[in-house]
């Protein structure tokens, strides 16, 4: 019952934020942030009396499992699960929901009520995506972030320059990821189907359609069909065109959200259903997901070294980071798979962090344009230092999470696939030109306009403190996560191996 | 118990810095410039406990397993021997003593704080790359170190030649940590550990002497080493790193870490054995580097700049002896280095400070009454720079190395050592009868302000003269036994011809840069001034060109494709869907005109039509 | 009902249906329209007629009365639009009225 709480605390928090803003504008911040930190304390909790070891056999690999019938007809249930992996980017939601809350506290003046309801909608849907077994809820879940993150671009997005207004970025973002939602709905029907014509049971279940056996080129297609779903949220190089425009005009509070937990959520999908419904065809798959991964790399560094506009140039980089996890959860090695779950938190704290600083910077000059910065280590206090840290973590310096991530990815991809990881490493080097370009053309150099700014207030300093602290923290002992996911990570891996065996045993047989 | 010091000797300037980062400017001046020495005072007291404590062999501690996924089990964790002891004592001492000149020489500035909290940092990054006891951990103090770097370099932030030092700084080195990197996988594959003394155990028993695995992974190894250690290719940072205060270059660009890569070496040395080619190779690139650097150092003008190269040209001694199998020779030189360079360069930043930022020869001179300590320090520095026999600490380093190539009979390097040493001679003697004589060129020349405090200013460089002369080559502690057997460890002839040969070459250098800079001034400046000479002199000037070589290759290319790819042309094909949906809508628009007539006519043919395809349809019509 | 074939009567309807579609697409007048839209429907209307008298059926007359009565009201209809479209255009051109911009 503690995960439908979980998934609908958000969804109440949002409500009541909705009508409280007839008590004042700040009533509905604090009931937000209240709802989040609930969130992240009960996800706490349970990681703190969790026990994440390898199961045995015959116990259940789930820690928690919640599961009533929906739509009898059609085999629909409402099917909660929580494992080490759901946990842990529920707990993310909670953390980044709070600090979104908390770095709009004074950039969203108009329509506070209206906005928290979209906000803690979207962490709602999210939530519920990380906790869905059953497909159709799933599905459900996956489409309910988008509206209001439409929303959220739409109507308190900062328009840009002319021609890249929020509404047409909020428009394009609707767009992609409601037609790659269409190929995944076709997907699971297709699924459901193949599997009522072998056995004549109608039913949405993971557990059960995960044992389905599809005819072969059927499977293949299926298997497209569920990664471009999710390479478009990734996103995967020839599906980004959302990311950049959707970053640069959402308000803070949603590049955040975007790039923090969003993003993870198509990661989440490839761990929980692509590889695991489809091992063999992702088998076959991996060398073109890997040289995905890798344009991914490369093409959101050079991209990003090219940008004017700080949040735009950060937007790249997130393309650039993912294609590291996508390279490590097609490798098929659980050090890579840890690797990857440890850089998806990373990055989320990483990215939240620079977003969150170009959001605090915005607040002070009102521009995002990197021309008109230059020289505002000598304007503003403390910030540049902070923004060093967190460039400094972007670009994978060790003792940040960022970089055991990414290290783990590479050192545990090399064996497979040591020539993607040789093209990999050059994009470390990359990542350094990128994150310092961004430090060189903000902070560096003569000062732009004189005068000096504001330093951050106790809200700002104690967000930026945290992220910091956090991503310290994970960088020199992500022991107690990488124990908390070993239970996934392993047998994601494992696929690959058990895939390779049988196309091997297949090709004897022939 | 030996944890404890050792474990304070990093924590004491981790917390400097947390203190520093923390006080958000509410420290002044004084009290950072105190917190900042204070706990690299007390780190050496640390260290120098350490060493006291220290009972011989390996003594190792693991604080905490890192990561532990499978067989990747990286571990914070510390192995304290000889080499990490000596080069911890160089980090503190030398850095302890730099930290204290740099309260002198930083006096005013603006950003002192941030100044220390940078240099705390760095010792702290650096004892952990000397400390680490795997190489993931060694890994994140090489990192570290570039971090710190990168923020020293460009401490006058406002400047955009400093940020453009201080980037290029970072990304260089950064090519070369991406090939160590490369190392460390294909080190972890096919050896299945990271922990240094396990490598250095499973090397030899699972690679074969000059297999193309080992081969690869020296190969790898190295390029981290060459881009960290201002080699050839990878050293075109090291002099634009000057931009940054010049006790950053005596520490940083000078002392330690760009060492780091012959530590680096030197600790795998076991790896590098089993690459006997990658050996050759580190040898001649050392040769190959401390020839360009010192030709190079012969035609500069700005005082930094000859020192940035003489470091270069030094370290390629320390690659050379490396190349050779002289791993000892190489540290000693490292150590002795360490103390001569850091003097030369902090009598340099005397220099400097007194005479208002003011660093070009051509703007100096006549110095040497006025600014005694400096010209003494100067003097004692660069008679261990050329090694001047007997009395400086650079003789016995140098000619440990020129003998041990001489017993691996590798002639080629012997002789371009020896040349080294000639040249080492002329641009040394160059740049202090540039600095400290003749006529002022400029007014700051002629009225300097010598630095007074005793405490900051001369005790330092006094310290470091004294380090310099023999007395710091004796007490150099030797790390025979830690290394494998060097090839002069078993040949006893010819030591003394080569001694006589590399006296012979210092003096030679010596008695050749004083004829010709006291006798002969005027017909060297005709040389350089026009013709082959002055070709030659802009090619020195540039260091070979190696820059432009760069810029040309590899900036300029990058820099179009970010242009080219700047509109995301990806992305655009991803808009066709959109456009093509937009022809289609321009399209049907225009038969939406509102005008009556043309709806009717467009209605009667489609009525038209229909009636056709059903009066023709077969089965249809009638 | 001899004399006069069938025939005479439908070729006679469909030459001024062609003429009221003609009159239709041509003109540019409101006023012209709505009488090539009146010719159109009583040109249908006599085609029901002929055809009721060919096979001796009542509901071709019936059909008349309806497409008369339709008639009237789209005349009436047609010409308040018309009167509009004058006092708002001073025009009775179609084509002036027209604000779609395709």
């Known amino acids: ?147 209001p993150m439409y929303f959220l671009i739409a109507l308190w997005g900062h328009s840009g320059s002319p021609g890249q207004t929020r509404i047409r970025a909020a428009t394009r973002f609707f767009i992609y990821t409601q037609a790659s939602g269409l190929l995944m709905l076709v997907a699971i029907l297709a699924l459901v189907f193949v599997h009522y014509s072998n056995t004549g049971e109608l039913s949405f279940s993971y557990d059960v359609l995960r044992g389905t056996d599809v005819p072969e080129p059927l499977a293949f297609w299926l298997m497209l069909g569920f990664f471009i779903a999710f390479a478009v949220k990734l996103p995967v190089v020839p599906f980004h065109g959302w990311l950049p425009d959707a970053h640069a005009q959402a308000p803070t509070a949603g590049s955040v959200d975007l790039a923090g937990i969003l993003l993870k959520t198509a990661a989440y999908g490839m761990i929980r259903f692509a590889l695991p419904l489809f091992p063999e065809q992702s088998a076959a798959f991996a060398p ?180 910091l602290v956090l991503t310290i923290a994970v960088g020199l002992y992500p022991q107690p996560l990488l124990d908390t996911t070993a239970a996934v990570a392993a047998p994601v891996a494992e696929l690959f191996t058990d895939g390779a065996d049988l196309a091997a045993r297949a090709g004897e047989v022939n | 118990m030996m944890v404890t010091p050792v474990v304070l000797s990093f924590l004491f300037p981790l917390m400097g810095t947390l203190i520093l980062a923390f006080s958000a400017g509410r420290l002044g001046p004084r009290a950072s410039s105190v917190i900042g020495v204070g706990s690299v005072g007390l780190a050496a007291l640390a260290t120098l406990w350490a060493v006291m404590g220290h009972g011989g062999g390996t003594e190792g501690v693991t604080l905490w397993t890192w990561i ?128 240094i003394a396990t490598v250095l155990a499973r090397a030899p028993e699972l690679w074969a002497e000059g297999s193309a695995t080992a081969n690869l992974a020296a190969l790898l190894v190295l390029g981290g080493a060459l881009g960290k250690s201002a ?117 340099a930043g005397a220099v400097i400070i007194s005479c208002h930022h003011e660093q070009d020869m051509g703007k100096l001179g006549g110095l040497w009454r006025k600014l005694p300590v400096a010209y003494g320090g100067f003097v004692v520095g660069g008679a261990a720079l050329v090694a001047l026999p007997l009395v400086s600490a650079g003789f016995f380093s140098k000619d440990e190395i020129l003998w041990q190539a001489m017993a691996a009979e590798r002639t080629g390097l012997l002789i371009a050592g020896l040349l080294g040493a000639v040249l080492t001679g002329i641009y040394t003697v160059r740049l202090i009868l540039g600095t400290f004589h003749g006529e002022p060129g400029s007014d700051h020349a002629r009225h300097p302000e010598p630095g007074t405090s005793v405490f900051t200013h001369h005790l330092p460089l006094v310290v470091l003269a004294v380090l310099s002369t023999f007395i710091g080559a004796w007490i150099y502690p030797g790390l025979g036994g830690l290394f494998p057997e060097a090839p002069g460890d078993t040949v006893e002839t010819g ?45 020195w000037h540039h260091a070979w060109g190696f820059d432009a070589l760069f810029d040309r290759a590899l900036v300029r290319p990058w820099q179009w494709s970010v242009r080219m790819l700047r509109f995301d042309f990806i992305n655009l094909f991803m808009n066709l869907p959109a456009l093509i949906a937009r022809a289609f809508n321009a399209g049907l628009v225009r038969s939406q005109n509102g005008r009556t007539r043309s709806y009717a006519v467009v209605m009667v043919f489609g009525t038209t039509v229909i009636l056709l395809a059903l009066a023709l349809a077969p089965g249809g019509g009638a | 009902m001899n004399g006069i074939p069938m025939e005479h009567g439908l070729i006679l309807a469909s030459i001024l249906f062609s003429l009221g579609l003609a009159g239709l697409m041509l ?50 209809v047609g010409l308040a639009l018309m009167i509009q479209l004058y006092q708002r255009y001073r025009s009775l051109d179609l084509d002036a009225a027209s604000r779609m911009r395709g």
């Open chain 1, 1 to 147: 019952m503690i995960l439908v709480w979980l998934i609908l605390i958000p969804f109440l928090g949002g409500l009541l934020c909705w009508q409280a803003e007839r008590w004042g504008e700040q009533a509905p911040r604090w009931i937000a942030l209240a709802t989040m930190l609930f969130v992240l304390v009960i996800s706490v909790l349970l990681w703190l009396g969790g026990n994440f070891s390898l199961p045995g056999n015959g116990e259940s690999q789930w820690l928690l499992e919640w599961r009533v019938d929906w739509i009898p007809r059609f085999g629909i249930e409402i099917h909660l699960a929580l494992d080490g992996l759901s946990l842990i980017l529920v707990a993310l939601t909670g953390f980044l929901g709070a600090l979104a809350v908390l770095c709009s506290w004074h950039e969203i003046a108009h329509r506070v009520g209206f906005f928290h309801l979209n906000l803690l909608f979207i962490l709602g849907g999210v939530v519920g995506v990380f906790l869905a077994l059953d497909l159709f809820l799933f599905f459900l879940f996956w489409e309910m972030m988008l509206v």
């Open chain 1, 288 to 467: 073109v997901a890997m040289t995905l991964g890798l344009v991914g790399i490369i093409y959101g560094a050079v991209l990003a070294c090219g940008q004017q506009d700080i949040k735009r140039l950060i937007a790249y980089t997130s393309i650039s980071h993912m294609g590291f996890v996508l390279i490590a959860l097609y490798s098929g090695s659980e050090l890579a798979i840890q690797g990857a779950i440890i850089l998806m938190v990373a990055h989320a704290f990483s990215s939240a962090g620079l977003f969150i600083l170009s959001g605090q910077l915005y607040e002070r000059i009102h521009t995002r344009d990197m021309r008109t910065m230059g020289g505002l280590w000598s304007r503003i206090p403390v910030l540049p230092g902070f923004t060093l840290c967190f460039v400094a973590a972007s670009l994978g310096m060790p003792a940040t999470a960022n970089f055991v991530g990414e290290f783990m990815v590479l050192f545990g991809t090399f064996p497979s696939a040591p020539v993607v990881v040789v093209i990999a490493s050059v994009g470390l080097v990359l990542a350094a030109i990128y994150s310092l370009l961004l430090m060189q053309r903000v902070h560096y150099g003569p000062e732009y306009r004189p005068g000096p700014l504001k330093g951050p207030d106790a809200r700002e300093y104690g967000m930026m403190l945290t992220l």
């Open chain 2, 68 to 195: 532990a996924v499978g067989d990747f089990q990286p571990t914070i964790g510390l192995a304290v021997d000889g080499l990490a002891l000596v080069m911890m004592s160089v980090i503190t001492g030398v850095g302890f003593l730099i930290h204290l000149f740099a309260a002198w020489y930083m006096t005013g500035e603006a950003g002192i704080t941030r100044f220390y909290a940078w240099m705390n940092l760095f010792v702290f990054s650096m004892m952990l790359l000397v400390l680490g006891d795997n190489l993931l951990l060694l890994f994140l103090g090489w990192e570290g170190v570039g971090l710190c770097s990168y923020g020293l370099i460009g401490y006058y932030y406002q400047g955009l030649d400093n940020a453009r030092a201080a980037f290029k700084a970072f990304v260089v080195t950064r090519i070369g940590d991406v090939f160590l990197a490369l190392g460390l996988f294909l080190i972890f594959m096919e050896l299945g550990t990271l922990d």
């Open chain 2, 495 to 539: 030591h003394t011809l080569l001694q006589v040969l590399a006296m012979g070459a210092a003096i030679a250098g010596l008695a050749l840069a004083g004829w010709l800079f006291l006798m002969r001034r005027s017909w060297l400046d005709n040389i350089t001034d026009k013709g082959a000479g002055a070709g030659l002199w802009k090619l």
């Open chain 2, 231 to 347: 080699q050839v290719p990878l050293h075109t940072w090291l002099p634009d790193a000057m931009a940054g205060p010049t006790p950053v270059s005596a520490l940083i660009h000078a002392a330690t870490m760009v060492t780091a890569g012959v530590y680096l070496i030197a600790r795998l040395n076991g790896l590098f054995l089993l690459a006997p080619d990658v050996m050759l190779l580190v040898g001649v690139i050392g040769a190959v580097s401390l020839l360009l650097a010192a030709f190079a150092a012969l035609a500069q003008t700005d005082i930094k700049r000859v020192l940035a190269y003489s470091t270069m040209s030094q370290i390629g001694y320390m690659f050379f002896a490396l190349g050779v199998g002289a791993f000892d020779a190489a540290i000693f030189h490292l150590v002795t280095h360490a103390f001569f360079k850091a003097l030369l360069f902090l009598s």
């Open chain 3, 27 to 76: 003109r540019r007048s409101m006023l012209f329209v709505l009488m090539s839209l009146e010719v159109m429907l009583n040109s249908a209307a006599l085609a029901f007629v002929v055809g009721a008298t060919a096979w001796n059926q009542p509901d071709g007359q019936a059909m008349f009365l309806l497409v008369i009565t339709l008639a009237a009201a789209e005349a009436s």
